[in-house]
């Protein structure tokens, strides 16, 4: 978990009497067995995924589908949940840009700051993560309860109105979202800092870069690779996710992952369900090429 | 480093001619820990959940839903986990199929890693693509296009263990892969040239160089391939048909009374994973202090 994304494509190891390190031949072969594994069961379905997503929609579950080439699937799915979609990338953006505000200084505290407690205090971020993230949410639904302790001394401090409430708010659905996704957010940005070398914030210093510039300039854009990859393992999840918006929040709070897994559980309108998942993914693996164009680590595909 | 020495003096000086002495110290103390303190801050509460569940693992509620108020304190939840009809069998379930879908995953995901980094050859990229894709897909798409393809194949009166194996492998696969993937990209290739310079044939160089030195990130994917699987909801959601794992059990109990033993559940699951890491430190201490 602590790599994340963070990957390099080329081994670091130095060239050694001008061979290169990489082996020709027969190594190719070892990838096979994980790719039959992916094509088979992931590439597969979702070239499937996209041919349910034709299928005449005046079908049923009982009678089957025919297969009408019914891209007007699209049109109506994007026409009926465009409010969906929006809320999802809309909670999903607003969960990852707190999990960053939260997680940042947390990796940066272990990686500079925790001297000889950084390997404990690595393991206290994981461990929580260990118990059933569904124990966990729905012990946020308790305590964040109108009747429960944060409500409360919200109320007292007048930070909230009497009558306020915290369940049920996009703002329980946004905080299950931060909570439940944090790990992922800081675990890439760690091994990153971890990776700076301290003797460039010390010539910084040296240089008179004050603190703040020192790390503006220097272990900011070091550790870019975990921001982003980060922000991806945040951001991904939680724009699918619909626990929490299920446990935390109410109809009104739903997500496009809520529409997905009751077209496909409840009311199996296949037709509908796979144009939506098939939106979600397109929109979604978009705006990850974008972002990762943008921020200049296509090292991390 | 030489030239931090005459202002650290300078600043150490200053307060003590200063009559804001004390003050100054404290906001300099303040400066120079408010990240630790935020980041302590935010380690306590990413642990509230966790105490809430430790709390009421010793709750005896009055009611048979057992989320709402502690009530009194009582042993018995621990002492009848497997009381509540169906929650030992669905951990057992849980336990099995994370436990041959992270011996799968982690297998297929180092081969996959050794290719890529190792070796080289063509379509090396559309690989990386292709392995990247399924980290890129929200959960509840990749559990959809599973039972999508079950139902089509006409296999959906089989869902269960097999399906949620196939479906656990499938999304560890890619965090073995970039797991192992970085830390044979971060190893010293010398080694292995200086046991092969040494005489060793290319399997012992393997065994005894390069496969213990590639360890720590194979162990470091599996725990995470376990911890992924074991928690998962959303696929399983999909895939397991009428089997129910622990998450699916917790999803479904939601719904009707609330067992307390699943907050006892929930307590173990948290000191095993953490006597776990703290094993793990251990040894990696002991392994880093017999290296030096």
């Known amino acids: 978990m602590t790599s994340g994304l963070d990957t390099a494509t080329e081994p670091s190891g130095p060239v050694v009497d001008g061979e290169t390190s990489k082996r020709r031949g027969w190594g190719w072969l070892l990838l096979v067995p994980g790719m039959l594994w992916l094509a088979v069961f992931f590439l597969f379905p979702t070239v499937q995924l996209f041919f349910t997503s034709l299928y005449d929609p005046s079908g049923s579950y009982e009678q089957g589908y025919t297969m009408t080439w019914h891209f007007a699937n699209y049109v109506d799915a994007v026409r009926d949940t465009w409010d969906l979609f929006a809320r999802s990338f809309v909670y999903a953006g607003i969960a990852t840009a707190v999990c960053l505000a939260l997680g940042y200084p947390l990796a940066y505290a272990i990686a500079f700051k925790a001297g000889r407690w950084k390997h404990f205090m690595l393991v206290l971020v994981i461990a929580p993560f260990f118990t059933s993230f569904l124990l966990r949410t729905l012990s946020w639904r308790t305590i964040l309860a109108d009747q429960g302790p944060v409500v409360d001394f919200l109320q007292t401090i007048l930070i909230l109105p009497e009558d306020g409430r915290l369940l049920a708010t996009p703002v329980a659905v946004i905080a299950g979202l931060v909570y439940n996704f944090m790990p992922f957010m800081t675990l890439p940005i760690y091994a990153s800092l971890d990776k700076v070398d301290h003797r460039l914030i010390e010539a910084a210093g040296d240089l008179y870069a004050s603190p703040f510039t020192g790390f503006r300039k220097v272990t900011l854009p070091l550790s870019m690779p975990g921001v982003v990859s980060g922000t991806l393992l945040t951001f991904i999840p939680a724009s699918g996710d619909y626990i929490n918006a299920e446990l935390l929040g109410t109809p009104n709070q739903y997500m496009i992952g809520n529409r997905i897994q009751s077209a496909f559980l409840t009311e199996h309108n296949y037709p509908l369900a796979a144009s939506l998942s098939l939106i979600l993914m397109a929109i979604v693996v978009v705006m990850v090429v974008f972002y990762v164009r943008r921020t200049g680590t296509e090292d991390l595909l | 480093m030489t030239a931090t020495v005459p202002r650290d003096q300078e600043t150490r000086e200053r307060p003590a001619t200063s009559p804001q002495a004390p003050r100054r110290s404290a906001v300099r103390w303040l400066a120079d820990h408010i990240v630790l303190i935020i980041g302590i801050l935010v380690l306590i509460y990413t642990f509230v959940p966790i105490a809430y569940i430790f709390a009421l693992s010793f709750n005896q509620p009055s009611a048979r839903s057992a989320t709402a108020q502690f009530e009194g304190f009582t042993l018995n939840n621990w002492t009848s ?200 430190e251990i040894w990696r201490r002991r392994r880093a202090a017999a290296l030096r």
Not at chain 2, 104 to 129: D, I, K, Q, W, Y
Not at chain 2, 149 to 165: H, K, N
């Open chain 2, 81 to 280: 986990i497997c009381e509540p009809e169906g929650l030992c069998e669905s951990l057992q379930l849980s336990v099995l199929v994370s436990i041959v879908a992270t011996i799968l995953a982690t297998v297929l995901g180092t081969l996959m890693a050794f290719a890529l980094v190792r070796h080289s050859f063509r379509g090396r990229s559309t690989s990386n693509l292709v392995i990247f894709l399924p980290m890129a897909t929200p959960e509840v798409v990749m559990g959809s296009s599973l039972l999508a393809m079950f139902v089509s194949v006409g296999v959906d009166g089989l869902l269960g263990f097999a399906t949620l194996v196939i479906a656990h492998t499938l999304f560890c696969l890619s965090f073995v892969v970039v797991t192992v993937k970085a830390r044979l990209a971060g190893m010293d290739t010398r080694l292995e040239q200086a046991a092969m310079d040494l005489y060793a044939n290319e399997w012992q160089t393997f065994r005894l160089i390069t496969l213990p030195l590639a360890m720590p990130g194979i162990v470091a994917a599996a725990m995470l391939a376990f911890s992924l699987s074991f928690d998962d909801f959303i696929v399983s959601n999909f895939t397991a048909g009428q089997s129910v794992t622990f998450p699916l059990y917790v999803y479904g109990s939601k719904l009707k009374e609330f067992p307390p033993q699943l907050f006892v559940v929930g307590t173990i699951m948290f000191l095993v994973s953490f006597l776990f890491v703290i094993a793990g």
